[in-house]
């Protein structure tokens, strides 16, 4: 019997059994390779330790805080859209934190929490304040982004 996989084919992408399916973006070719389990590295126990952190801390957020990333996120998506991308709120609390620790080089994101944000009075105090920063691109309507962090 013959079977054709060409437009299955063409969605299998991902982890099945110890079998992991990839593809390359420009052409249709389809590669197939055994899954090895990755080694442990100080590299991704350092990584590790940091998301869980992050985590924790954008839990600690105030209610308010996070709706205003929502609307961050929302209206950035809407300026950026047909770029093939997509922000969620989490996601600019992260790329908010990384900028953050890229311009204050001292700051800890494995220890950070939202109190020592406001201790220190960090620049993601708020969001506007975030934007005012150049630690997220510039959107309109940012006046209503100023709730704090905690």
Not at 13 to 27: A, E, Q
Not at 48 to 71: F, I
Request: aromatic share 10%; hydrophobic share 40%; with cysteine.
């Amino acid at each position: 019997m013959r079977v054709n996989l060409d437009t299955i084919a063409r969605t299998l992408v991902g982890k099945i059994g110890k079998l992991v399916f990839y593809r390359y973006r420009k052409s249709d070719v389809l590669l197939a390779r055994a899954w090895v389990k990755p080694r442990l590295t100080a590299n991704n126990t350092t990584m590790g330790s940091r998301s869980a952190n992050l985590a924790l801390c954008y839990k600690g957020t105030s209610e308010d805080y996070r709706n205003d990333l929502l609307k961050y996120a929302t209206q950035l998506n809407l300026e950026t859209m047909g770029n093939n991308c997509y922000y969620h709120p989490y996601n600019v609390f992260l790329k908010m934190m990384y900028a953050m620790k890229r311009v204050f080089t001292n700051i800890d994101l494995i220890t950070i929490t939202p109190e020592v944000i406001v201790l220190e009075n960090l620049p993601v105090q708020t969001v506007k304040m975030a934007i005012e920063n150049e630690l997220l691109p510039e959107v309109k309507y940012i006046d209503e982004l100023s709730h704090e962090i905690v």
